[in-house]
């Protein structure tokens, strides 16, 4: 695992295993990371954490969203309710402090997730009286900001684990599961629990969305988190490690890949995705039909697309995967063409929105897994959550610019510019993986 000279901790040991690459470019299966960790990854328990974060922030975001506007509230008003996610930016603002402060009885990164994943399902409970949800919008968009603060939180916990106790030939399969399961969590809680609501009304989906969640925290709680061994566990001394946040972009190729391969990455799918839903609306689609393709139907694809491009990671390669997504995101923006030209046949449509969604998965999994080739041990929650904020902001930049563009020039010319900027990111993002800074990152071997 790719460590940097100051984080305190040891060099992992060379152990034997074979390494099998590509090229010799670019490693494929590398030697275990952080000493310490688990013989088998403890999948079961980072798959239920991600699920949970999604599930509930699937239902805020998407199933709720359909549920007020089917009660009459106003645009503008599920627009405010929307920068609740702004949240999810903003906890790099506090992921050190899970970094350094924690439990050595309970595990320090497991004592954080046992009092999130509690808090995210009595915040769940509390929705339960709000059975008009249109009339307590207030109460209802206070409980939904706790939910989300909790679950953002959570995630940089989860995120920290997965760092400490995977290996690097494991991330790859990491990044597949993580990207799957944000899509089955949207599919749960946008879909699923809307359907719920539907048939059987408010109680229902909550008590729903609270029991999914309380799985995880049984998970959570069976788990027996590892000792840190890494200079970084509570009451070992020193301050927070405010400065992890900015000290990760120090490293060598980690600028080059999150603060330019990253954000053309992000900004060029973003970009085009941005234009579908205002496309969709053009062409005299319902708001009903836009958000179940959106965001229930075109899910599924993409939740397998995220397994089977976690496991070609490990079997190909990152530059392979991300080449593959890259030129399925070619066909794909092809594929959208005749929607931002007007013309939305649902069969035809359907298709190359999962294109699309399958070559943004792909390309996410490969950005995952980098992420976590980079970040340090001692410091994985706010390593991981400073590369990844990078990504978000510049998704929400990227939207909005490519609107802009589309006014003045149309849809058509907004997608070919915006697919123009993603391409441009995977053709650097190759360069990148086939660098010396890509290869250590990718063997657990620290850059020189």
Same mark, same amino acid.
Request: with cysteine; proline share 6%.
């Given at each position: 695992?790719?460590?940097?000279?100051?984080?305190?901790?040891?060099?992992?040991?060379?152990?034997?295993?074979?390494?099998?690459?590509?090229?010799?470019?670019?490693?494929? @299966?590398?030697?275990?990371?952080?000493?310490?960790?688990?013989?088998?990854?403890?999948?079961?328990?980072?798959?239920?954490?991600?699920?949970?974060?999604?599930?509930?922030?699937?239902?805020?975001?998407?199933?709720? @969203? *359909?549920?007020?506007?089917?009660?009459?509230?106003?645009?503008?008003?599920?627009?405010?309710?929307?920068?609740?996610?702004?949240?999810?930016?903003?906890?790099?603002?506090?992921?050190?402090?899970?970094?350094?402060?924690?439990?050595?009885?309970?595990?320090?990164?497991?004592?954080?997730?046992?009092?999130?994943?509690?808090?995210?399902?009595?915040?769940?409970?509390?929705?339960?009286?709000?059975?008009?949800?249109?009339?307590?919008?207030?109460?209802?968009?206070?409980?939904?900001?706790?939910?989300?603060?909790?679950?953002?939180?959570?995630?940089?916990?989860?995120?920290?684990?997965?760092?400490?106790?995977?290996?690097?030939?494991?991330?790859?399969?990491?990044?597949?599961?993580?990207?799957?399961?944000?899509?089955?969590?949207?599919?749960?809680?946008?879909?699923?629990?809307?359907?719920?609501?539907?048939?059987?009304?408010?109680?229902?989906?909550?008590?729903?969305?609270?029991?999914?969640?309380?799985?995880?925290?049984?998970?959570?709680?069976?788990?027996?988190?590892?000792?840190?061994?890494?200079?970084?566990?509570?009451?070992?001394?020193?301050?927070?490690?405010?400065?992890?946040? @900015?000290?990760?972009?120090?490293?060598?190729?980690?600028?080059?890949? *999150?603060?330019?391969?990253?954000?053309?990455?992000?900004?060029?799918?973003?970009?085009?995705?941005?234009?579908?839903?205002?496309?969709?609306?053009?062409?005299?689609?319902?708001?009903?039909?836009?958000?179940?393709?959106?965001?229930?139907?075109?899910?599924?694809?993409?939740?397998?697309?995220?397994?089977?491009?976690?496991?070609?990671?490990?079997?190909?390669?990152?530059? *392979?995967?991300?080449?593959?997504?890259?030129?399925?995101?070619?066909?794909?923006?092809?594929?959208?063409?005749?929607?931002?030209?007007?013309?939305?046949?649902?069969?035809?449509?359907?298709?190359?929105?999962?294109?699309?969604?399958?070559?943004?998965?792909?390309?996410?999994?490969?950005?995952?897994?980098?992420?976590?080739?980079?970040?340090?041990?001692?410091?994985?929650?706010?390593?991981?959550?400073?590369?990844?904020? @990078?990504?978000?902001?510049?998704?929400?930049?990227?939207?909005?610019?490519?609107?802009?563009?589309?006014?003045?020039?149309?849809?058509?010319?907004?997608?070919?510019?915006?697919?123009?900027?993603?391409?441009?990111?995977?053709?650097?993002?190759?360069?990148?993986?086939?660098?010396?800074?890509?290869?250590?990152?990718?063997?657990?071997?620290?850059?020189?």
């Amino acid at each position: 695992m790719s460590r940097a000279p100051a984080s305190g901790s040891t060099t992992a040991a060379t152990t034997g295993h074979a390494v099998v690459a590509a090229t010799p470019a670019d490693p494929v @299966v590398a030697p275990p990371g952080a000493a310490g960790a688990p013989s088998r990854p403890p999948w079961l328990l980072l798959g239920s954490l991600w699920v949970t974060q999604y599930i509930g922030i699937g239902f805020l975001t998407v199933g709720l @969203v *359909a549920v007020l506007r089917d009660a009459g509230t106003s645009l503008d008003t599920l627009a405010l309710l929307s920068l609740l996610g702004l949240v999810w930016p903003l906890k790099v603002l506090w992921a050190p402090l899970l970094d350094r402060f924690g439990s050595r009885r309970l595990g320090h990164y497991r004592s954080w997730l046992l009092v999130l994943q509690t808090g995210m399902v009595l915040a769940l409970l509390a929705m339960l009286p709000l059975d008009d949800p249109a009339a307590r919008l207030g109460p209802l968009a206070a409980l939904a900001a706790v939910f989300v603060l909790l679950s953002a939180t959570q995630d940089v916990a989860a995120d920290a684990l997965s760092v400490r106790l995977l290996r690097p030939a494991d991330r790859g399969v990491a990044g597949g599961v993580q990207v799957a399961a944000s899509y089955l969590g949207t599919v749960l809680g946008g879909g699923v629990c809307v359907l719920v609501y539907d048939r059987w009304g408010w109680h229902a989906a909550v008590l729903l969305l609270a029991a999914l969640t309380l799985v995880a925290l049984g998970v959570v709680a069976a788990f027996r988190e590892p000792s840190r061994d890494d200079g970084g566990a509570a009451g070992s001394g020193g301050g927070v490690p405010w400065g992890a946040v @900015v000290s990760v972009f120090r490293r060598p190729g980690v600028p080059a890949w *999150a603060l330019v391969v990253v954000p053309l990455l992000y900004g060029g799918v973003a970009g085009v995705w941005s234009l579908t839903s205002p496309a969709l609306v053009d062409a005299g689609w319902s708001l009903a039909r836009i958000g179940v393709v959106t965001g229930v139907v075109v899910s599924v694809p993409a939740l397998v697309a995220g397994l089977v491009s976690g496991w070609l990671v490990r079997r190909l390669g990152r530059s *392979a995967v991300l080449v593959a997504g890259g030129a399925v995101l070619v066909v794909s923006t092809a594929g959208v063409v005749p929607l931002l030209r007007g013309a939305a046949p649902l069969a035809w449509t359907v298709t190359a929105l999962s294109g699309f969604l399958v070559a943004y998965t792909a390309l996410n999994v490969v950005i995952y897994t980098v992420s976590m080739d980079l970040s340090r041990p001692a410091t994985g929650g706010s390593d991981f959550t400073a590369l990844t904020t @990078v990504a978000l902001l510049v998704s929400f930049a990227a939207g909005s610019l490519a609107l802009l563009v589309a006014g003045l020039g149309g849809y058509v010319l907004s997608a070919v510019v915006f697919a123009a900027v993603g391409l441009t990111g995977v053709a650097l993002g190759v360069r990148w993986l086939r660098s010396p800074a890509g290869r250590a990152a990718a063997s657990g071997v620290p850059a020189a």
